[in-house]
């Protein structure tokens, strides 16, 4: 009898992609690495199907990713391939270039005014935080390339563990995160970003979110205390209040607000596109509380290039600032009542979107928060204890 032979083993270069859908989307495949052994591959394609309506398109979308990606394997293709064409560019540039460059970037997006002052601070702090970890580390990072996900995911549970950051700085190191990869994406460093292996904190972002929202509200009995607070000791600094809680500006566009964009015939306040976050021009409606207030001070006396709040004085004045000039008056005020440090001026302005959508209808509260659409005013509107309906309770 003959034997049967036995087959050569087949040794596959890579596993097809296919789509796969549980939690999240993505496609999955397997590559053979230059090593000869094999590495799955997870791309999330999270940020593509969520702007498809039915189900139908989503998966539509992702068996069409996957083929694409069939094919470019099929081809000889691997991931190595576009990380070795990275590499030998500007992929290879070093971290402290790449430090020096950043930092350059930030100066000049905050002297066109594309960033704020703060921001661009805040972003030279968390690359400066990133620096001290890489120094720290037994083999520092010494190239752009070597910047993946996991690093990130290191990073970060340093700074919960060393640093000993709450939940709520932990999603600012990771907001920040985000942009920085952006940038290195955009200027040609990365040819993807790592930000798609980096973890969650474990809860749903709305969950989050939404108990982060409802933390800015300041109860009816606090609010009343805080403005007799302020009305006996600092009546300009109670104006400010009333502008966030009531006009619903920010304390930053306050401060560069000038007498000139008063309009008080028409009960309007002017807020020019180049101080505004959105950096569009906008005329929003000043309640008569607001310019009751500030006839009483004289504000609108004083020359029309004067800022409304000088930094040095809190009164019309040439000193221009940059919203940090109320937070002495604030700290003071929060200390004397014995209030939480969550307590902050900026929670007046949540605080007056809930209430004033109680009272008027919600577009309105839009246009004068200046929100780009009602779905993010009705994230901002908090939920209160229920109350029972008077029509309904003298009902016959």
């Given at each position: 009898?003959?034997?049967?032979?036995?087959?050569a083993?087949?040794?596959?270069?890579y596993?097809?992609?296919?789509?796969k859908?549980?939690?999240?989307w993505y496609?999955e495949y397997?590559?053979?690495?230059?090593?000869g052994?094999?590495?799955?591959?997870?791309?999330?394609i999270?940020?593509?199907?969520?702007?498809?309506r039915?189900m139908?398109?989503k998966?539509?979308?992702?068996?069409?990713?996957?083929?694409?990606?069939?094919?470019?394997?099929s081809?000889?293709?691997?991931p190595?391939?576009?990380?070795?064409?990275?590499?030998?560019?500007?992929a290879?540039t070093s971290?402290?270039?790449?430090?020096?460059?950043y930092?350059a970037?930030?100066?000049?997006?905050?002297?066109s005014?594309?960033?704020?002052?703060?921001?661009?601070?805040?972003?030279?702090?968390?690359?400066?935080?990133?620096?001290?970890?890489?120094?720290?580390?037994?083999?520092?990072?010494?190239?752009?390339?070597?910047?993946?996900?996991?690093?990130c995911?290191?990073?970060?549970?340093?700074?919960?563990?060393?640093?000993?950051?709450?939940?709520?700085?932990r999603k600012s190191?990771?907001?920040?995160?985000?942009t920085?990869?952006?940038?290195?994406i955009?200027?040609?460093?990365?040819?993807?970003?790592?930000?798609k292996?980096v973890?969650?904190?474990?809860?749903?972002?709305?969950?989050?979110?939404?108990?982060?929202?409802?933390?800015?509200?300041?109860?009816t009995?606090?609010?009343?205390?805080?403005?007799?607070?302020?009305?006996?000791?600092?009546?300009?600094?109670?104006?400010?209040?009333?502008l966030?809680?009531?006009?619903?500006?920010?304390?930053?566009?306050?401060?560069?607000?000038?007498?000139?964009h008063?309009?008080?015939?028409?009960?309007?306040?002017?807020?020019?596109?180049?101080?505004?976050?959105?950096?569009?021009?906008?005329?929003?409606t000043?309640p008569?509380?607001?310019?009751?207030?500030?006839?009483?001070?004289?504000?609108?006396?004083?020359?029309?290039?004067?800022?409304l709040?000088?930094?040095?004085?809190?009164?019309?004045?040439?000193?221009?600032?940059?919203g940090d000039?109320?937070?002495g008056?604030?700290?003071l005020?929060?200390?004397?009542?014995?209030?939480?440090?969550?307590?902050?001026l900026?929670?007046?302005?949540?605080t007056?979107?809930?209430?004033?959508?109680?009272?008027?209808?919600?577009?309105?509260?839009?246009?004068?928060?200046?929100?780009?659409?009602?779905?993010?005013?009705?994230?901002?509107i908090?939920?209160?204890a229920?109350?029972a309906?008077?029509?309904?309770?003298?009902?016959?």
């Amino acid at each position: 009898m003959h034997s049967t032979p036995k087959r050569a083993r087949i040794k596959y270069k890579y596993v097809p992609a296919e789509l796969k859908h549980n939690r999240r989307w993505y496609v999955e495949y397997s590559y053979q690495r230059s090593d000869g052994q094999m590495q799955r591959v997870r791309t999330g394609i999270g940020w593509a199907v969520k702007r498809l309506r039915t189900m139908a398109e989503k998966k539509a979308f992702g068996i069409n990713y996957a083929a694409q990606i069939n094919q470019k394997l099929s081809e000889g293709w691997t991931p190595e391939v576009d990380q070795q064409v990275a590499v030998n560019g500007l992929a290879g540039t070093s971290w402290v270039d790449i430090g020096t460059r950043y930092l350059a970037f930030l100066a000049q997006s905050e002297k066109s005014g594309s960033l704020r002052h703060e921001t661009a601070n805040s972003y030279k702090s968390f690359f400066g935080i990133l620096n001290i970890w890489n120094d720290g580390l037994p083999v520092p990072m010494k190239a752009i390339w070597q910047f993946n996900g996991e690093r990130c995911n290191q990073w970060m549970a340093w700074a919960v563990a060393v640093r000993g950051v709450s939940e709520t700085t932990r999603k600012s190191y990771r907001a920040w995160l985000s942009t920085f990869c952006s940038w290195l994406i955009d200027v040609g460093y990365l040819k993807d970003s790592p930000m798609k292996d980096v973890k969650g904190n474990g809860k749903k972002r709305r969950t989050v979110e939404r108990e982060r929202l409802r933390s800015y509200y300041i109860s009816t009995s606090d609010r009343k205390r805080i403005f007799e607070w302020f009305k006996q000791n600092s009546k300009p600094m109670l104006l400010c209040c009333y502008l966030v809680h009531y006009c619903l500006l920010r304390p930053r566009e306050i401060a560069q607000l000038q007498v000139r964009h008063v309009e008080l015939k028409n009960s309007m306040i002017y807020v020019p596109g180049f101080i505004a976050k959105n950096r569009t021009d906008a005329h929003i409606t000043m309640p008569d509380i607001v310019a009751k207030l500030m006839l009483d001070l004289h504000f609108l006396e004083q020359p029309m290039d004067y800022y409304l709040f000088d930094c040095r004085t809190l009164t019309p004045g040439t000193h221009k600032g940059r919203g940090d000039q109320f937070r002495g008056m604030w700290a003071l005020m929060r200390e004397q009542l014995q209030l939480p440090d969550t307590v902050k001026l900026y929670n007046l302005k949540h605080t007056g979107i809930t209430d004033m959508a109680e009272a008027m209808p919600e577009r309105l509260v839009q246009k004068q928060a200046r929100h780009h659409s009602i779905e993010m005013t009705e994230r901002y509107i908090q939920e209160k204890a229920p109350e029972a309906s008077q029509a309904i309770k003298k009902y016959k």
